[in-house]
């Protein structure tokens, strides 16, 4: 029904920008109605919820990134971005975009960020 696409990531040095993108294709589920968030990993640490954004285009974001990440989504293109700016070595993770609407979750499969001292 949703099927997730992340694109984007890759190396960058401190204090640099990248933005992440997330493709959504959908059937029978219209983008505009999902609630969309983009998740991180990192090895040995616990999963994190980066950005949140709402439906209504209302935006959550995690302490850890307050100020220097910016999650927004294009609905006519059905894809949702996460800005990140001033990066900083912990920063590295996998990038996760998740949807849900009713109780369903769907997850991409994943884009790595390497963020470099």
């Known amino acids: 029904q949703v099927h997730l696409v992340e694109s984007g990531g890759g190396l960058a040095q401190a204090g640099g920008s990248l933005r992440l993108s997330c493709a959504a294709t959908?059937?029978?589920?219209?983008?505009?109605?999902?609630?969309m968030a983009w998740h991180r990993q990192s090895p040995g640490k616990q999963p994190e919820t980066v950005a949140l954004?709402?439906?209504?285009?209302?935006?959550t974001y995690a302490d850890s990134v307050k100020g220097r990440f910016t999650i927004s989504r294009d609905n006519s293109k059905n894809t949702l971005f996460l800005e990140m700016g001033s990066l900083k070595p912990e920063d590295t993770a996998d990038y996760f975009c998740a949807g849900s609407w009713q109780g369903k979750r769907f997850w991409g499969q994943g884009t790595q960020v390497t963020v470099s001292s």
């Open positions: 954004i709402t439906s209504a285009g209302s935006t």
């Open positions: 959908v059937s029978e589920i219209i983008f505009s109605n999902l609630a």
